[in-house]
């Protein structure tokens, strides 16, 4: 069930009656955050506004507002699916028989239909507007909340090329509206994007290419946001969430390349010697304004579309929010990643209270004194893992998707001074509680139960838990009771 494009997700959440038309005038500024925010915490479907004041097109958001329309997105019922077929995929073996290597030849090339295509024709270049004719200001951009300073792209898939490999990144940056034809490039230091602009300056490049995609098929959306290594290109991860390649076409004025089936294209540069905007504040995804700072300005040299396109946003701010959920297919699709780097993981949680770089609980098979202290450490070096402030490690009968359940088990386990650390890390750009920007420390809690090896004396109690001969005997007679 892959979607070549936006509107097949669209029609096919129509039919599953997952997606709201809205034809009342709505206003970008602000009233459209409103209603996004009571309808995604509420559950609610997805919204396509056709009535936005000031522009002719119209704008979808909340298209991944919960956990079954993001496993739809990436087609399947279940995220777990994802996660299941890359666990598949690392574990490899090659038969020894020839039968055996002939019946494992659909799985490998399944493998090879992932790299992308490019086409010499696009639906997203039916529509091309020159730099002379660009008007950021027609498009429906939202402000988000009072204190924003200005009107954002917060869908934007932005791409650019490393200047030393030519490898491709895309990354899901905001961008503040300047003026009709210039943003401001919000690719925090940790980013991909960052690091281009970073080498791009460091070789003398006046400018470093960029295109902006708004708006592609869902499985691309959401790998623009995967945290992927720098060899694994987002077109790559998202054929195989497709399980076929992603069809790619070459921008008009700059050398990239762009999904042939986006909605909306901005082609443009940023300007390695210009001097940097002042961006923000902005309504963040913690729920706090992260502050007004200094970041590169995108300037637009041409926008192609579709001849109906439809505009893709979002929406961040307290949980539970649109990113939330596509958080939390990070969560479920990566978890055979870290396992096989930390093999005696279970399962871990980032719960949205936490905004995913807060706190991650995580269940272990505990085979040695001190193994939670090692799996701490090993979390915190992995990838966009390392922002994460506070890990809590419990055993592996443990449910952490259970929030409560895995509070309750680790703080009954835990003596304060014995089973806390701290450590000094990176931190996470928008936190404001860091002591330094993007620098910081992180706590790690042993919640596991303790064993003699690690000097504990006492004796250690058991958990409360009934017998299955009573809970079958209850089973069985449950209607009696009348209940």
Not at 79 to 108: C, H, T
Not at 231 to 255: A, N, Q
Not at 376 to 405: C, H, P, R, Y
Request: hydrophobic fraction near 40%; charge should be negative.
């Amino acid at each position: 069930m892959a979607f070549n494009n936006l509107d097949e997700f669209i029609q096919f959440l129509k039919k599953k009656r997952e997606l709201k038309v809205i034809d009342t005038e709505v206003d970008p500024n602000l009233e459209i955050t409103e209603i996004v925010d009571r309808v995604v915490k509420s559950g609610g479907p997805a919204l396509l506004f056709t009535n936005v004041k000031g522009s002719d097109i119209p704008l979808a958001i909340n298209l991944f507002g919960t956990k079954q329309r993001m496993a739809w997105a990436l087609g399947v019922e279940n995220l777990d699916e994802i996660g299941e077929r890359l666990s598949e995929m690392f574990n490899v073996k090659v038969p020894e028989s020839i039968l055996g290597k002939i019946a494992m030849m659909p799985k490998l090339m399944e493998i090879a239909k992932f790299p992308p295509k490019v086409v010499k024709k696009a639906p997203c270049q039916e529509v091309v507007i020159g730099s002379k004719d660009i008007d950021l200001y027609k498009l429906p951009i939202t402000t988000s909340w009072p204190k924003d300073g200005g009107q954002y792209i917060l869908f934007g898939q932005v791409v650019t090329k490393d200047p030393d490999t030519g490898l491709r990144n895309m990354g899901l940056y905001r961008l503040q509206v300047l003026d009709k034809n210039t943003t401001a490039m919000h690719w925090q230091r940790h980013k991909g994007g960052a690091a281009h602009f970073r080498k791009a300056k460091e070789k003398g490049m006046k400018r470093l290419e960029v295109a902006v995609v708004v708006g592609s098929d869902p499985a691309t959306m959401y790998s623009t946001s995967a945290p992927l290594p720098e060899s694994i290109e987002e077109y790559l991860f998202s054929g195989f969430l497709r399980k076929e390649p992603v069809e790619l076409v070459k921008c008009k004025t700059v050398d990239l390349e762009v999904p042939a089936e986006s909605e909306i294209v901005l082609e443009g540069y940023v300007d390695t010697e210009e001097e940097l905007r002042l961006e923000g504040p902005f309504g963040d995804h913690t729920g706090f304004y992260s502050l007004a700072d200094y970041y590169p300005a995108f300037h637009a040299t041409a926008i192609t579309m579709r001849k109906k396109p439809v505009f893709v946003s979002t929406v961040v701010g307290q949980p539970i929010m649109e990113d939330d959920w596509m958080g939390f297919a990070t969560e479920r699709i990566f978890l055979p990643l870290a396992k096989l780097v930390l093999p005696e993981l279970i399962d871990y949680h980032m719960p949205f209270e936490g905004i995913f770089h807060n706190l991650v609980f995580a269940s272990i098979d505990k085979q040695y004194p001190g193994h939670a202290f090692k799996v701490m450490n090993g979390l915190w070096g992995l990838g966009q893992m390392m922002f994460a402030k506070v890990i809590v490690v419990v055993d592996k009968d443990v449910n952490v998707q259970n929030t409560s359940e895995a509070w309750w088990y680790a703080l009954n386990n835990i003596d304060p001074q014995r089973d806390v650390i701290f450590t000094k890390g990176p931190a996470d750009v928008l936190d404001h509680s860091s002591q330094h920007f993007s620098f910081g420390t992180k706590m790690g809690i042993d919640g596991t139960r303790k064993w003699q090896d690690e000097g504990f004396t006492r004796p250690w109690p058991d958990k409360i838990v009934m017998s299955d001969e009573i809970k079958k005997l209850v089973d069985s007679k449950w209607k009696s009771y009348g209940f």
